[in-house]
């Protein structure tokens, strides 16, 4: 079972910047698509961002123009390029593994990101 490890958040101020990432213990290639959403305190979890293996990306709309998702098949590896951060941006943000055959939902432990001042 592959296994999904985010890293990077953490505290930071309004405008700056943030980049996750997420580690799988296998090969990622199978999956498809792959993504990040985020939980904020007392919120449903929502979709942030999501990537296809051929590349193809799609971007909540209050994360468009801020946010880049990608992905690095060779070493397994999904990131999220976070700029332009603002307080509402703050959740725990969550990588997600996503494929039909055979079926697979995974879901690492996830990461806290705040933006305060």
């Known amino acids: 079972q592959v296994q999904l490890v985010e890293s990077g958040g953490g505290l930071v101020q309004p405008g700056g910047s943030l980049r996750l990432s997420c580690a799988a213990s296998?090969?990622?290639?199978?999956?498809?698509?792959m993504g990040w959403y985020r939980q904020a305190l007392g919120k449903q979890r929502e979709l942030v961002a999501t990537?296809?293996?051929?590349?193809?990306?799609n971007y909540a709309d209050s994360v468009k123009g801020r946010f880049t998702i990608s992905r690095d098949n060779a070493k397994n590896m999904v990131y999220l390029q976070m700029n332009s951060l603002k307080p509402e941006d703050t959740a725990v943000y969550y990588c997600?593994?996503?494929?039909?055959?055979?079926?697979?939902?995974?879901w690492g432990q996830g990461t806290q990101v705040t933006v305060s001042p």
């Open positions: 296998g090969s990622i290639f199978s999956f498809n698509p």
């Open positions: 990537i296809t293996n051929r590349g193809s990306t």
């Open positions: 997600n593994a996503r494929s039909v055959f055979p079926p697979r939902d995974l």
